[in-house]
T-cell receptor, first 113, second 114 residues
Framework: DQQVKQNSPSLSVQEGRISILNCDYTNSMFDYFLWYKKYPAEGPTFLISISSIKDKNEDGRFTVFLNKSAKHLSLHIVPSQPGDSAVYFCAASEGNNNNDMRFGAGTRLTVKP | DTEVTQTPKHLVMGMTNKKSLKCEQHMGHRAMYWYKQKAKKPPELMFVYSYEKLSINESVPSRFSPECPNSSLLNLHLHALQPEDSALYLC?????????????FGEGSRLTVL
């Protein structure tokens, strides 16, 4: 039972444009959401997070939006840069409990120059 | 030092072999994790150690045996594995008692079982 789903395995955008990566979850008890970025031959690295008490969190070019009623979150990258090309994992946990963090399968983003 | 180091990066083993994956961090994190990731699938939690004690075992077969000799090291001992155990094994750590929820991952050890 996959509680966190990323339905787009890949996304390609032009440099300078906006990248939007989507994530859906099924467990209404999740209250903390994270995005990780993974380059080839490296481990995932934390990118940005959002608590369920917020609907938006922004960090530079990266913004995460949370729609609790739709159980949906998205990561916006603007403007996209070729160095953003990586696999992006969505993750969710309940009560900020690292012991039960669930991951999506990832979306491979390619930013073309 | 903000790294989680995993060795070896690649491992090929036969079904009768005994091998170990190693993980090390010097960030003072008291929680350490093993995840397994197959191609095009999400990372799946295997084991969690909190304060060097096994706190979660996600119904992992006994052919995988974790060990946490001290607060900086985490091992995964492998014995009598099956070809379907071939995967990327990710180690992660996190501080306990903080509310960031962030995990720090190593690069992973890619395991091939022949």
């Amino acid at each position: 039972d996959q509680q966190v789903k990323q339905n787009s395995p890949s996304l390609s955008v032009q440099e300078g444009r906006i990248s939007i990566l989507n994530c859906d979850y099924t467990n209404s008890m999740f209250d903390y959401f994270l995005w990780y970025k993974k380059y080839p031959a490296e481990g995932p690295t934390f990118l940005i997070s959002i608590s369920s008490i917020k609907d938006k969190n922004e960090d530079g070019r990266f913004t995460v939006f949370l729609n609790k009623s739709a159980k949906h979150l998205s990561l916006h990258i603007v403007p996209s840069q070729p160095g953003d090309s990586a696999v992006y994992f969505c993750a969710a946990s309940e009560g900020n409990n690292n012991n039960d963090m669930r991951f999506g399968a990832g979306t491979r983003l390619t930013v073309k120059p | 030092d903000t790294e989680v180091t995993q060795t070896p990066k690649h491992l090929v083993m036969g079904m009768t072999n005994k091998k170990s994956l190693k993980c090390e961090q010097h960030m003072g994190h008291r929680a350490m994790y093993w995840y397994k990731q197959k191609a095009k699938k999400p990372p799946e939690l295997m084991f969690v150690y909190s304060y060097e004690k096994l706190s979660i075992n996600e119904s992992v077969p006994s052919r995988f045996s974790p060990e946490c000799p001290n607060s900086s090291l985490l091992n995964l001992h492998l014995h009598a594995l099956q070809p379907e155990d071939s995967a990327l094994y990710l180690c992660a750590s996190s501080p306990l008692g903080r509310n960031t929820g962030e995990l720090f991952f190593g690069e992973g050890s890619r395991l091939t079982v022949l």
